[in-house]
Structures are given as C-alpha cells and as structure tokens.
C-alpha cells in the first residue's frame, strides 16, 4: 500500500511564509538570541564542552534568514533576496565579533579539540547539511512536523564554525579561522540548495503575492521609524536652536544692564 504525500494547501504556504519574515525579522529579539547563542557556543568550544556547545546551538536563530533567502530566490523576489543577504552578513559579522571578544577577555585560552573539529570542511559536512536542509525546510512548511526544527539546528551546525572562527583570529591561528569559515560556507550553500529544492517542489510561487505583501508591510514600517527618528532629531535641533537664541539673548540683555 502505497503513502500518499499530504498536498500542501496555500494556506499553509502563507503561514509558512508568515514564520519565516517573523523569526528572520532584523528586529532586537533575533540579535540578542544571536548575542546570547554566540556567547554560549564560544564558551562552549573554550572549554572543549560539546554540551554547552550544543545548548547554544538549539538558541540560535541563524537557519531563519538562510532559509528565507531560499525563499527569495524560489518566488523571484529580489527585495527578499537583499533582506536576507544583509541579514545573514550582518550575523555572521556579530558571531565572529562577539566571539573575538569573549576569547580575547577569557583568561584561559588555547585551540580545544572542538575548535579543531569546525575547522576542516569535506564532502561529508556538505551532504549533513543538504539533508538537514531538506527536513528544516519540510518541517517549516509542515507544521506537525516542526518540533524536528531543535534536531536539525543542532545537525546542520551553523554557528560554531563561526565561533571558532571568532576564537581563532584572536589567535592569530589564520589557517584555523580559513578552515571554520569553509565549513561554514558549505554548509549555508548546503541548506540554500536543500531548501530551494524543497520550496520549488512544494510551489511556494504560489504565494509570491504574500511575500511581496509582508516586504511592503516592512518597508512601511521602516519608513515610519525612520520618519520618527528624523522628526525627533528635528526637535531636538529646534530646541538647541531656541535655547542657543535665548542664552544669547540673555547674555546681550546682562552686557546692557552692566553698560558694556
């Protein structure tokens, strides 16, 4: 007897394009879980313990703008495919940044065999992450699949070679850090491809229209904050103008009064 797949219904598409603008969204809550997973994985390869390790990887919101940069790509949206990009740079800059950091302040410092261990990349890495993009990306579109997702976080491993990459340019190990962001490399190109397959088979194109709706709906609200921070800092030059005039004012009144 033959299992017939579940056809995925256009709702279900919408929402899983709903999730991904929502858990890649360039807002405070995405940074600081990014912060506080870097920090841990850091700590984590320091002190050559993959537990700790892993707890900072099932934290880590990274896979998110990977995937919705697939999605870009598969509904021909060039807005989305710049929106991810940037998000994804500026991650791997604040991983690599915050990890510097923490390994030059830690006191105890040398290259542990879990730094060594994100430092090479093969054909096997690359194939862990294409199968691991394959299930984020299904498991995101079907959501009672989705408690898979902290599986494959930890699978795919995004983070650490980042973080060792950190580690080894406070090092100066040059050909420790090349190696981790090889590995790191493979990896995101391994998932990219395993979810525009998976996205192109389920016909998210379909819902094009959505994806150009929420990229609309963000740019608005961009534009308001930036409209809000502009008219503030308007404010804020009036009101240094206006206190400028009246110091002045004051000042040439006291030269009157002492006859000057």
């Known amino acids: 007897m033959l299992v017939k797949p579940i056809p995925l219904s256009k709702t279900q598409k919408i929402a899983c394009v709903d999730r991904l603008f929502e858990e890649s969204a360039p807002k405070i809550d995405f940074f600081l879980l ?7 994985v850091t700590l984590g390869l320091l002190l050559n313990n993959s537990p700790i390790v892993i707890g900072g990887m099932l934290i880590a919101p990274l896979l998110f703008p990977i995937l919705t940069f697939a999605m870009g790509i598969v ?16 991650s791997l800059a604040l991983v690599v940044i915050v990890s510097f950091a923490i390994s030059v302040l830690a006191l105890s410092k040398s290259v542990t065999p879990e730094i060594l261990s994100r430092a ?10 294409l199968f691991s993009g394959v299930a984020v990306a299904y498991s995101l579109a079907r959501p009672s699949v989705s408690e898979v997702l902290p599986g494959v976080a930890v699978s795919v491993a995004l983070l650490p070679p980042l973080s060792a990459m950190g580690i080894a340019i406070s090092l100066f190990e040059w050909h420790i850090a090349i190696g981790a962001l090889g590995l790191f490399g493979l990896n995101l190109l391994g998932i990219v491809f395993a979810a525009l397959v998976v996205f192109s088979v389920l016909n998210f194109y379909e819902v094009k229209q959505r994806v150009e709706v929420k990229i609309k709906a963000e740019e608005k609200v961009i534009a308001k904050v930036k409209k ?9 030059i009036e ?3 206006k206190e400028m005039a009246q110091i002045i004012k004051e000042t040439k009144k006291e030269d009157k009064e002492n006859g000057v």
């Open 228 to 236: 809000e921070t502009e008219k503030d800092k308007m404010d804020k």
């Open 75 to 90: 509904v021909g949206d060039n807005k989305l495919i710049k929106r991810s990009t940037m998000m994804i740079w500026w």
């Open 120 to 129: 090479s990349a093969n054909l096997a890495y690359f194939l862990v992450a």
């Open 34 to 40: 990014l912060l506080l997973s870097s920090g841990i």
């Open 239 to 241: 009101k240094t103008v």
